[in-house]
């Protein structure tokens, strides 16, 4: 397996890859509410893959996991005081990050999340947080597991799920 950033090339397989997660959940207790091209949505994914922040993991040529990795946050992060102090460009965020059912429980989440670490610190960021939708199990564990805080849950707006509570962490660089 190999962890790329995606070219605009790959927005079709990418975008097909969202969807086949979206696919795979649907009746799963671990749902997490996307819907096909809201979130993620084609224009997000298109200008994460233009920005270079869109990262998948390919094995065989197939698409295996994905990732967006940037400085970009949800507003309501600014409502909540964050114990390590960084400016914006300082901390780096983790979003959309999902593996295909058919290569779950075989470490690729790990590997995924051990590479955006291994970005931040070598970009020299102080932080890495994202927020996890309550309830979604799996990756709560995945994410204390490799050494994230819990630090709050808050309740936040998205367009796929409305305003739901989000569990938010951080990683210390």
């Known amino acids: 397996m190999k962890i790329i950033k995606a070219a605009e090339e790959q927005y079709t397989a990418v975008r097909a890859f969202y969807h086949s997660i979206i696919d795979a959940l649907k009746g799963d207790p671990y749902d997490l509410g996307w819907k096909k091209d809201i979130y993620p949505g084609p224009d ?3 200008e994460s893959i ?7 993991a390919t094995e065989d040529g197939n698409i295996v996991a994905s990732m967006v990795f940037n400085h970009d946050c949800n ?3 600014n409502e909540f005081t964050w114990p390590t102090d960084a400016k ?8 959309a990050l999902a593996v295909s059912k058919s290569h ?12 955006a670490i291994d970005m931040a610190e070598k970009n020299g960021q102080k932080a890495i947080r ?15 597991g490799m050494g994230f805080r819990k630090l709050h849950t808050l309740q936040m707006f998205y367009e796929n799920v409305g305003w739901t509570d989000f569990g938010l ?3 210390k660089i």
């Open 130 to 144: 994202l927020d996890v939708i309550k309830g979604n199990l799996p990756a709560e564990k995945l994410y204390l």
């Open 104 to 115: 779950g429980r075989k470490g690729i989440g790990r590997q995924m999340v051990g590479f």
């Open 75 to 77: 507003d309501s992060y």
């Open 169 to 171: 962490y951080e990683y």
């Open 50 to 56: 233009r920005k270079g922040e869109l990262y998948i």
């Open 44 to 46: 997000f994914l298109m």
């Open 88 to 95: 914006p460009d300082e901390v780096s965020v983790i979003h």
